[in-house]
């Protein structure tokens, strides 16, 4: 059984920092890419971050690039979403995810077959 397990959510003021969390079971984790993906009340769920071992260089979002940083422990199964200089926008519940065949189109929520429960995040002003 897959399981994809995202922890490190949590309260913060803006300006600040967390880092979330996403360990995999039950997949041949180097074969997948895993993406970050966000949703706020009342909005799309969004494609935050990717990283695969197929692909040199992660993705990220326009709205996020400078300030998260996504990384991946093959040792540990585990991918992190280092968050910074978080702003009341980035307020969402944050999901990991699994895609086999990508990362082609990595910010297409569809294209992902495993999917983690989700931490929520909350950026106070």
């Known amino acids: 059984e897959v399981q994809l397990v995202e922890s490190g959510g949590g309260l913060v003021q803006a300006g600040g920092s967390l880092r979330l969390s996403c360990a995999a079971s039950?997949?041949?984790?180097?074969?997948?890419?895993i993406g970050w993906f966000r949703q706020a009340p009342g909005k799309e769920r969004e494609g935050v971050s990717c990283?695969?071992?197929?692909?040199?260089?992660?993705y990220y979002a326009d709205s996020v690039k400078g300030r998260f940083t996504i990384s991946s422990d093959n040792a540990k199964n585990t991918v992190y979403l280092q968050m910074n200089n978080l702003k009341p926008e980035d307020t969402a519940v944050y999901y990991c995810?699994?895609?086999?065949?990508?990362?082609?189109?990595?910010?297409?929520?569809?294209?992902?077959?495993?999917w983690g429960q989700g931490t929520q995040v909350t950026v106070s002003s």
């Open positions: 995810a699994a895609d086999l065949y990508g990362p082609t189109g990595w910010d297409t929520p569809l294209l992902y077959e495993y």
């Open positions: 990283i695969s071992s197929r692909h040199g260089s992660p």
């Open positions: 039950g997949l041949t984790f180097d074969d997948y890419a």
